[in-house]
C-alpha cells in the first residue's frame, strides 16, 4: 500500500479561554477582519495562507497552553515585525535573537514566534 500520509500540515489548534476575545486579538495581529463564524460555539479558523489556525476555547486549560511554540509566522522583515508588535503591546518574551527571530505570548499565554523567512 503507498502512503496514505501527505508530508503536509493542515492547521494547528490552539486553545484559547474565550473565543470571541481571541478571533479579535489573532486576526487584529493579522490584520484580519474578525468576521468569520464561529463554529459549535468554541472555534474559530483563522483565514491564513498555507498551513491554518484553529482556535478551540473547548480544548482551554491552564495545562493546554502551548509553552514552547509549535510553530512560527514568518516576516520578511524581522525588525518591522518587533516593532509592531511592540506597537500593538503585545507581551513579548524575547528580543530578536540572531537578527532572525522572537518570542511573543497571546492573552492566555500560549508562546508564538515570528521569524524571518
Given amino acids: 500500500m503507498e502512503n496514505p500520509i501527505l508530508n503536509q500540515i493542515g492547521t494547528v489548534f ?42 478551540d476555547s473547548k480544548i482551554f486549560s491552564k495545562e493546554n497552553i502551548v509553552n514552547p511554540p509549535l510553530f512560527h509566522f514568518n516576516t520578511h522583515n524581522i525588525e518591522e515585525a518587533y516593532q509592531y508588535m511592540k506597537e500593538k503591546n503585545v507581551n513579548l518574551l524575547s528580543e530578536i535573537q540572531h537578527d532572525h527571530y522572537f518570542n511573543f505570548e497571546d492573552p492566555d499565554g500560549n508562546h508564538l514566534m515570528v521569524c524571518k523567512c
Avoid at 21 to 40: H, M, P, S, T, V
Fill in 14 to 55: 490552539i486553545p484559547v479561554s474565550s473565543i470571541e476575545k481571541a478571533r479579535d486579538w489573532y486576526c487584529g495581529l493579522l490584520g484580519l477582519k474578525a468576521d468569520g463564524e464561529i463554529q459549535f460555539g468554541h472555534i474559530y479558523v483563522i483565514p491564513m495562507d498555507g498551513t491554518g489556525i484553529v482556535l
